[in-house]
């Protein structure tokens, strides 16, 4: 699997896919809770999906995995780091 990642960024730690898929009876309630929220996401796209059990209580199949792009999705947080850039570089 290749990353793409800015040239001057700290390397990428693998990421952890759950060999038997994120499925819908793993997910949690976010109701309540304190950010950032996790949520599912595709490493081939990008695409970013709810990781909100309240958002799937109509769904019956509650066994079903979460994939996109013929591969299972990541459940992930997203933390942003802001760094300061010395003047003039």
């Known amino acids: 699997m290749t990353t793409l990642r800015c ?4 390397p990428v730690v693998e990421p952890v896919v759950n060999p038997n898929g994120i499925r819908i009876s793993d997910l949690k309630d976010q109701i309540g809770s304190v950010g ?5 996401y ?7 999906c709810s990781a909100n059990a309240g958002d799937y209580w109509a769904d019956v199949k509650r066994d079903t995995v979460f994939s996109c792009c013929d591969e299972n999705m990541r ?6 780091t802001y760094v300061d850039v010395p003047v003039g570089e």
């Open 7 to 10: 040239p001057e960024s700290k």
């Open 36 to 40: 950032p929220f996790p949520f599912l």
């Open 75 to 80: 459940l992930v947080r997203k933390i942003v």
């Open 42 to 48: 595709c490493d081939n796209c990008g695409a970013e």
